[in-house]
């Protein structure tokens, strides 16, 4: 894929994730969240979900709002209905991914469209600079089959969501932030080499099988933070095993956050918690 780095990151940090629920009652894994917000700046959050018992997942993300930053929702399996009250709607279903930029103001809500079966996936939030946080929301669908895609000689698939891997560019760039966001599926016995910027804070989170990077085993359900030392990061796997790769360009701005909210000030937190609640969300 690409090979053109001198020094494989290792592992600083093995993080297990906290099982919570949200919304209505949907059960999922919060793998990242605000004691880890400065050390994976740009990143907010990462949530990861996945259930065949449909109680755990039925009842949905009801109307909700948001302010500040992007949310990013990468549905493994399953199918989610997305609505908000700038007109925007869409159904997300294997594969695909919704980038929604909330801005300066959204509401909207995302309900399963399904009785039963698996549903799984990850919603990512990523931080918008102070500049941009009250810009005009943003939404768009993108189809699993518009997700560039790359299988390696040595059998390793790479979907590249956002960023570029090698000479693929993914369906999303981001020029403050500039992230890197690949889906990576292993087969035993396999191993996957990408450069990453020295510039960026990363991480992987292995949700099938494990991985090696360097001497350190990252087992499913577990998040690898990459040091910030190296160019890049060699990943081998000993049994087949799927994650996901991110890295971002730290803002290095103040986070302040309340819930839904995400801006650089307690007054702006202010501000935002007075908009909504007087209806000036969109």
């Known amino acids: 894929m690409n090979n053109q780095t001198t020094q494989s990151r290792s592992i600083e940090q093995l993080v297990e994730g906290v099982l919570t629920s949200d919304g209505a009652g949907v059960k999922l894994t919060r793998v990242l969240s605000g004691k880890l917000q400065q050390r994976l700046d740009p990143f907010l959050m990462l949530d990861a979900f996945g259930s065949d018992v449909p109680d755990e997942y039925i009842a949905g ?51 399963p469209e399904q009785e039963h079966g698996v549903m799984e996936g990850f919603q990512l939030w990523l931080n918008l600079p102070a500049k941009s946080k009250m810009n005009a929301p943003w939404y768009q669908d993108f189809a699993s089959s518009a997700i560039p895609e790359q299988l390696t000689a040595s059998g390793v698939t790479v979907r590249v969501i956002a960023g570029s891997c090698d000479s693929m560019t993914g ?112």
């Open 61 to 111: 993300f009801p109307d909700h709002p948001h302010r500040g930053f992007e949310t990013v929702t990468y549905m493994l399996s399953g199918r989610m209905r997305h609505r908000d009250n700038a007109g925007h709607e869409g159904l997300l279903q294997n594969g695909d991914v919704q980038w929604m930029t909330a801005g300066r103001g959204l509401i909207h809500s995302e309900m």
């Open 171 to 282: 369906i999303i760039t981001r020029e403050d932030t500039e992230p890197l966001y690949l889906d990576i599926h292993l087969p035993a016995g396999a191993t996957f080499t990408t450069a990453l910027p020295e510039t960026h804070n990363a991480f992987i989170y292995v949700y099938r099988g494990a991985v090696k990077v360097g001497e350190t085993i990252v087992d499913s359900r577990r998040m690898g933070i990459l040091s910030n030392t190296g160019d890049g990061v060699t990943l081998s796997a000993t049994e087949d095993a799927r994650l996901i790769l991110l890295a971002g360009k730290p803002l290095n701005e103040p986070v302040v956050q309340y819930g839904p909210f995400v801006m650089n000030t307690q007054e702006e937190i202010h501000q935002a918690l007075d908009d909504y609640r007087n209806g000036r969300f969109i």
